[in-house]
């Protein structure tokens, strides 16, 4: 890109942040600073408006640039991103969204903690809840400098840490002074203009192939070098019992791991009643829906005319091949068309790492102050010093999300959020299925199950090519590599159940089945629901 290509794409990028700066702005002269106005914006969205920001909670820098990338790199095989990050919605629907809504109040450890002994299930569940968030925020924050180091070339290494910083201090600010009110309003106006931007890609890639998708898909086969297996699975997920396990291990943790996103179960409580969140799920769905089927457009679009060494060439993961290819359909490089194209996309990604990163930091604040603090100060600590603490939080997660995003850069960004989805389906998904359903589970049980799944995932984490023994890790020139899979989720998901099954069946303490009954009452009907 020149000099002039980048200043536009610039002036995008910081025309967006003003607008949301101006959001945060005006929302925060018109708060109150109770806790109920931080953490879920008073209740007050209506279903359509919470769907948006859903849809905008969830379509982040991985799926616009990570799986979009892998679909270009390994065709049939980085589709399966796309079909589990959908699927998994049906989850959340049928088994999540109203149960969630009518038994909590802030986060995911007020459902928990409603039958059990509220300190050490808040303490295990408020950390759980933490580490899955910044592991979702590194993603967002590879996804930035992905695309500042497309932006400024290979010259522009320190342009990209200071971006990367900088995409942490504005969710900061979006977070300690807009709360939840601001950081829905940005969702929607970042969902609307991801949709538009995909919608308009993918509207130029069919029109090169005039509308013919078999023209499509045979010529990113011919250019992928791989032929027709570009379009059938076994290239990135086949071959020996280790890439089959992998992709096994993948597609449970996408599957299970939406539902215990704790950024996306915090939206529930952002609507006034249960139906109202049911409601918010299926316009989510009916958005992440026709958003992933543009993405394997844009998937195979970037493998047909960008081609696979290109798009590998810029970066090795693949996050720059929706950049390319908008460059490529304006016109190409160095053309006023595609340098417009490429500023568009650019920004819209940008503002779709910002708002994503807003809202995680969000939830984990919340999670710091309202069950990590509160517990341990006790419950009677007022709701404005809890407000002041989350405030904080935001700052210190902020921080070491930067951190673990400078040393990330070279992972793809969707490989990132399986991780991230792994520990919420180990850690995260067995706890509150547990809490909703099981008539004899207790505190113990509670404890065991979240750091049954969530020790044994970050620990395969870092003990696997991920971290080291290999090129592409984290560290490469170190080799403590003893688990062989990438993704964790089929062994610390069942783990994390296993855990809280028998930590139930081992305590000596008895479940309470007038609390069983009441919470059962409750998820069901609504009745006492804040």
Not at 46 to 75: K, Q, T, V, W
Not at 203 to 210: A, E, P, S
Not at 440 to 460: D, E, I, Q
Request: contains cysteine.
């Amino acid at each position: 890109m020149t000099g002039g290509h980048q200043t536009l794409a610039l002036i995008l990028f910081s025309l967006f942040v003003a607008v949301t700066l101006g959001i945060t702005t005006w929302v925060s002269r018109h708060r109150h600073g109770s806790a109920e106005e931080f953490y879920v914006g008073g209740r007050l969205f209506s279903p359509l408006e919470n769907g948006f920001a859903i849809a905008g909670d969830y379509m982040s820098a991985a799926s616009f640039l990570g799986i979009s990338g892998l679909i270009a790199l390994f065709g049939y095989d980085g589709l399966l991103y796309s079909v589990g990050f959908l699927v998994a919605w049906l989850v959340v629907l049928f088994l999540v969204a109203e149960l969630v809504r009518n038994c909590g109040r802030f986060t995911l450890a007020d459902v928990v903690a409603a039958r059990m002994s509220e300190r050490p299930v808040r303490i295990a569940v408020g950390a759980s809840s933490v580490t899955v968030s910044v592991l979702y925020l590194v993603a967002q924050m590879v996804g930035a400098g992905s695309l500042v180091g497309l932006l400024l070339g290979s010259s522009g290494a320190a342009a990209r840490t200071w971006t990367v910083v900088g995409v942490g201090a504005l969710m900061v600010v979006y977070v300690s002074f807009g709360g939840m009110r601001a950081t829905t309003w940005i969702q929607i106006v970042k969902a609307v203009l991801l949709m538009g931007g995909a919608v308009a890609l993918t509207v130029l890639v069919l029109l090169r192939f005039h509308g013919d998708l078999d023209h499509l898909l045979t010529t990113a086969a011919d250019r992928s070098g791989h032929g027709r297996r570009f379009l059938g699975p076994g290239l990135k997920y086949g071959g020996g019992w280790t890439a089959r396990l992998d992709f096994l291990s993948l597609g449970l943790a996408l599957v299970l791991g939406t539902a215990g996103l704790p950024h996306i179960l915090a939206r529930f409580y952002t609507v006034p009643t249960a139906r109202a969140a049911r409601r918010s799920v299926v316009w989510a769905i009916a958005l992440i829906g026709g958003f992933y089927l543009m993405t394997v457009v844009l998937g195979f679009g970037a493998a047909a005319l960008v081609g696979p060494d290109a798009v590998r060439a810029s970066n090795a993961s693949g996050n720059t091949a929706v950049p390319l290819l908008a460059a490529l359909l304006g016109g190409g490089a160095g053309t006023t068309g595609g340098a417009v194209l490429f500023a568009l996309v650019a920004a819209i990604a940008f503002a779709t790492i910002l708002a994503v990163v807003a809202g995680i930091t969000l939830a984990s604040s919340a999670s710091v102050a309202h069950d990590l603090y509160a517990s341990l100060r006790r419950r009677r600590a007022r709701q404005r010093s809890e407000v002041a603490v989350a405030r904080a939080a935001a700052v210190g997660i902020g921080a070491v999300a930067i951190g673990l995003g400078l040393l990330a850069q070279d992972l793809n960004v969707a490989f990132l959020v399986g991780l991230a989805f792994a520990v919420a389906a180990s850690a995260n998904l067995p706890v509150l299925l547990y809490a909703l359903f099981w008539r004899n589970f207790t505190t113990r049980g509670a404890v065991w199950s979240v750091y049954g799944g969530l020790v044994p995932a970050v620990l395969l984490v870092l003990l696997s090519p991920v971290v080291s023994g290999s090129p592409a890790s984290l560290f490469p020139a170190a080799d403590f590599q003893y688990f062989p899979l990438q993704n964790p989720g089929i062994v610390s998901v069942p783990l994390g159940f296993l855990a809280g099954w028998l930590g139930t069946v081992t305590s000596r303490e008895d479940a309470d089945p007038a609390k069983h009954a009441e919470t059962e009452v409750r998820s069901l009907t609504g009745a006492g629901a804040v």
